[in-house]
């Protein structure tokens, strides 16, 4: 079969619409490779050519500059930017949860004392969050991996996933690294290493029908032991997108081919960490700080451990982010509080001042890499967390997060000690006692504790209530241990 005659299945078809017959050679590549592993998901970009209108414009937008720092308070600023307000006006009287926000307040003038929103608003509330007028018909539900807490569904629109194009093409401009995109190349890939996650390829019309593949690097999912090493090296990928975890199961490959750079999101990793990585795979680890509720939010300073700050700048002005103290009140330039957020690209979701469980500190003072956008620094994210099974297996806390995501439970904190014992908290919905399903899960993905001892369970109805960040994973085993 020649490349013109290659059909596109009616369901993958329906998700990219805008793929051309390049696109489709690019894709059938993809797919018919004699290395590729066996892929369990179809997905595609959705975007058609109004989209990628859209699309055009947010790049023109990423290319007008910060205000320079020196014509920003020092001091913690009280109210956003006249387009953030703009787009919580126009939100205002659609959203319930808006509503009730913002009845008898001024925006502009009281912002600081507006109510926040957390990660409970989207897993018990998530009905008076959407707006009455959003067009449900094109609503894509995302689910995060549940390393902050319980795993949340997150209602999309398929533009806020696009954008994700765009503000990585500017995180990576700042880092002197340009892709080089088309219908022959494949312009990232995401990896995974998991027992079990979702794998597929699709194109990208928002990168000119360059290829993107999510793929496991767990062995049960190849032809054969080497096979992700060579696909890897054929396709070439021009980026790799992952986490810490995923990224040195990469560097352990042997691949001959080194991206131009790694993106690296979940958690937050040492300087030493990076620095390994970046050895490794031979290309530049970028932190990259995104959550499935906010969309992208910062990237790692270029200038970070040359005399500036383990620092990230914030992306775009079109969310408005603070630090705030446990009663919701901006913190000064430089001192600690939660990240807080309000704003994003989507329709779905307007957040209003939504806590994101992370904290950290906000820099506007001038940064020496020349990029005027705030930093943020001191950012305790999610550290790298790794668990050990009875049978000596390294288990990722996203499978861990897969086997708890049948309960309802509104939080939850797993630990594991050095000598390999695990004790779980976790608060239920309504309340429920399950502790012994909790139990028999863990134990189905862990094993048993030697001597047949039970993995301690504990119903705390008060977890996610006390103030302070949730740390739903620990354990004493280190991804530093792993790679020396």
Known sequence: MSDATFELPAALRERQPSIDAAGAANLRRMVEHPDAPRWNHVAGDRLDAADLEWLRALRERLRTPWPAPEQRATSAPSTPSASVLAWLAGRATQSPHLRAALRGRDAEHEFATLPTMSREDLALRIGEVVPDDAPLDEMLVYSTAGTTGHPLRVPQHRRGVAAYLALVEHALARWGVTLELGPDRVGAVLL?????????????????????AKLNLDAAGWPDADAPRRYLDDLAPELLTSDPLSLSAFAQLGCRHRPKAALSTAVAMSPALRERLRERIGAPVIDWYSL?????????????????????????TDLYVEAVDEDGRPVADGERGEITVTGGRNPFVPLLRYRTGDWGALLRRPCRCGDPAPRLVELLGRAPVLFRATDGAIVNPVDVSRQLRPYPLVAHELEQAADGRCSLRYRAFAGEELADDLRRALEGLLGERPGGAAIDVLHDPTLATRPGKILPYRSALTLESLLA
């Open 292 to 316: 499935t509720e906010t969309g992208p939010i910062a990237y790692l300073c270029p200038a970070a451990g040359a005399g500036e700050p383990e620092a990230m700048h914030l992306l775009s």
């Open 192 to 212: 995974g290493a998991q027992r079990e996650t979702v794998t597929y390829p699709c194109v990208l019309s928002g990168w000119d029908q360059a290829g993107f």
